[in-house]
T-cell receptor, first 114, second 113 residues
Framework: EPEVTQTPSHQVTQMGQEVILRCVPI?????FYWYRQILGQKVEFLVS????????KSEIFDDQFSVERPDGSNFTLKIRSTKLEDSAMYFC????????????FGQGTRLTVV | QQQVKQSPQSLIVQKGGIPIINCAYE??????FPWYQQFPGKGPALLIA?????SEKKEGRFTISFNKSAKQFSLHIMDSQPGDSATYFC????????????FGEGTQLTVNP
């Protein structure tokens, strides 16, 4: 069964450092997303990406964040200068173009900023 | 107006019981309502979804009931099993491909043997 894969599973970084979280969406999907989940809280939308550009972003997704699809398979989230409050589980998701909005999530990357 | 409110926060039932999780939304532009199941350390997994043109959808032991006028929907798990113990999230979005999902706060379900 096709799945969304994310790497690394856990990343520890020092405050102020840049991090790049990587995702390989399901191969025939066209829409890509990043969500985050602070420990014990709900899942929050960050950004959606379609046709090589951002289609929607939330108020959380400020100038410190960027996304890229550097090749035909990877989708990345970059945080330029991490803050303590960026510590969270980051989920990549993808969906197809079947007229439905069924999003499939990866296993997540746990980001710990120290 | 983008919020989705979910209750209860936690729920404990005995094996075979029928836990019910409720959600309410505000934005009338939402027309796609999925439920996700999340096990510890894993990503949310799509469980079942409904559109507002039907009042109920059943898949296996999972049933969504939908009340468009009240802007509420709920998940029922029939004959619950210990393996169903997980966190359940309701969500809402526009049905349009690529629309963001707005999640509820989550319900931690424990099914005791």
């Amino acid at each position: 069964e096709p799945e969304v894969t994310q790497t690394p599973s856990h990343q520890v970084t020092q405050m102020g450092q840049e991090v790049i979280l990587r995702c390989v969406p399901i191969s025939n999907h066209l829409y890509f997303y990043w969500y985050r989940q602070i420990l014990g809280q709900k899942v929050e939308f960050l950004v959606s990406f379609y046709n090589n550009e951002i289609s929607e972003k939330s108020e959380i997704f400020d100038d410190q964040f960027s996304v890229e699809r550097p090749d035909g398979s990877n989708f990345t989230l970059k945080i330029r200068s991490t803050k303590l409050e960026d510590s969270a589980m980051y989920f990549c998701a993808s969906s197809g173009f079947s007229g439905l909005n069924e999003a499939f999530f990866g296993q997540g990357t746990r980001l710990t900023v120290v | 107006q983008q919020q989705v409110k979910q209750s209860p926060q936690s729920l404990i039932v005995q094996k075979g019981g029928i836990p019910i999780i409720n959600c309410a939304y505000e934005n009338t532009a939402f027309d796609y309502f999925p439920w996700y199941q999340q096990f510890p350390g894993k990503g949310p997994a799509l469980l079942i979804a409904i559109r507002p043109d039907v009042s109920e959808k059943k898949e296996g032991r999972f049933t969504i009931s939908f009340n468009k006028s009240a802007k509420q929907f709920s998940l029922h798990i029939m004959d619950s099993q210990p393996g169903d113990s997980a966190t359940y999230f309701c969500a809402a979005s526009k049905e349009t491909s690529g629309s963001r999902l707005t999640f509820g706060e989550g319900t931690q379900l424990t099914v005791n043997p």
